[in-house]
């Protein structure tokens, strides 16, 4: 079972991005999917989560507005699109699922995890 995170980079202030997370190994067409992630010194922090069937989704406060979570079941495929970025956007994004309801946090022992994907917000 693998997490394979992607599309992050270095962009300025108010640009975009958009990450990418393709599972293999199995189908999560019936788990949450989202992202989470840690800037240098901090805790890693839950991002955005979608459920199953795409049609529920949570933000964090920070970005709630700015970041659009989306989903592709028949690619297996999570992205997040986060428009207006800001200095404090800058972390490694990971992206996670879950078989059980996530609206403000992951669980790093009970969900799968990606490798992160590092975005880096310039000013």
């Known amino acids: 079972v693998q997490l394979q995170a992607s599309g992050g980079g270095l962009v300025q202030v108010g640009g975009s991005l958009r990450l990418s997370c393709a599972a293999s190994?199995?189908?999560?067409?019936?788990?949450?999917m989202g992202w989470s992630r840690q800037a240098p010194g901090e805790d890693r922090e839950f991002v955005a989560s979608?459920?199953?069937?795409?049609?529920?989704?949570y933000y964090v406060d920070s970005v709630k507005g700015r970041f659009t979570i989306s989903r592709d079941n028949a690619k297996n495929t999570v992205y997040l699109q986060m428009n207006s970025l800001k200095p404090e956007d800058t972390a490694v994004y990971y992206c996670?699922?879950?078989?059980?309801?996530?609206?403000?946090?992951?669980?790093?022992?009970?969900?799968?995890w990606g490798q992160g994907t590092l975005v880096t917000v310039s000013s």
């Open positions: 996670a699922a879950s078989p059980v309801l996530r609206k403000s946090r992951w669980s790093d022992a009970n969900d799968y």
């Open positions: 190994g199995r189908s999560f067409s019936g788990y949450f």
């Open positions: 979608i459920s199953a069937s795409g049609g529920t989704t």
